[in-house]
């Protein structure tokens, strides 16, 4: 009789933990918000009228990221609450300079769509719900920096580089090479206008010769925005050489 007893005193606990709206509420403050993972898996909840989340990502410094919250049910054009974005866990104080990319296709009217690069290892959200009313939504937040594994300057051969901007709006990015230890021996900063492409190599930036590495390219366009092309090429060879190489994200996804 214990035994059963202490079965059901268990199951009910259980029963009353799951079904609590508090065990399944997002965070309420600064200091105790929901984690999101930032690898664009899509999360749905609901807001209630002059509700405040908090949202929480553990943030690569140097990498960029998209985050975008969106009204699930609006009929009408509404986004889901005012979005703010914090570098400092725990407090809140200190605001990320996002860059707003709700318009940028594939556009969102009912979302809110920043994205950023990291300035500190976690990164704060806020919802903020001012329509009077509850509103359902999903939340994602995607890594959106591109990745290259090799790049080299040894002897004659030169590494080359083309991004093409896939959306309607000017973008912004900064490629960054590493050398094999993963000390940055370059870096350059590139405006990227609609449907047009922005290109360089080693030559051009004055790598250091007789060098491998690898490369990293961050952006303020949501995910899919840049499509990359990388090669190590030696066209001084009575044959040239041409070899292409990967530059793609390893953390995003265009759903």
């Known amino acids: 009789m214990l035994r059963k007893i202490s079965v059901v005193a268990v199951v009910a606990v259980l029963v009353f933990l799951v079904g609590s709206p508090l065990a399944r509420a997002e965070g309420t403050t600064c200091a105790n918000p929901t984690v999101i993972v930032p690898d664009g898996r899509i999360t749905t909840s ?117 991004f093409l901007n896939t959306t309607g709006a000017t973008l912004t990015g900064t490629l960054t090479l590493y050398n094999t230890l993963g000390t940055q021996v370059g870096m350059t900063n590139f405006t990227i206008n609609s449907n047009s492409t922005a290109s360089t190599n080693t030559s051009a930036l004055a790598t250091v010769r007789n060098t491998t590495g690898t490369a990293k390219f961050t952006h303020n366009g949501p995910p899919g925005a840049i499509l990359a092309e990388a090669a190590i090429a030696n066209f001084t060879l009575s044959t040239p050489y041409f070899q292409g190489v990967k530059f793609q994200p390893a953390r995003e996804s265009t759903h």
């Open 46 to 162: 609901s807001i209630a009228a002059g509700g405040i989340f908090f949202f929480r990502i553990t943030s690569r410094v140097g990498s960029s990221y998209s985050a975008e919250f969106h009204n699930v049910l609006g009929a009408a054009v509404q986004t889901p609450g005012t979005l703010s974005v914090f570098s400092d866990p725990g407090t809140c104080a200190a605001a990320v300079t996002t860059t707003n990319a709700a318009g940028t296709d594939p556009g969102d009217l009912n979302g809110n769509r920043v994205t950023f690069t990291a300035t500190t290892t976690g990164t704060v959200f806020s919802l903020n719900n001012t329509s009077g009313g509850t509103l359902t939504y999903s939340f994602t937040v995607s890594d959106t920096t591109m990745f290259s594994p090799g790049w080299s300057t040894n002897g004659t051969y030169d590494s080359f580089y083309s």
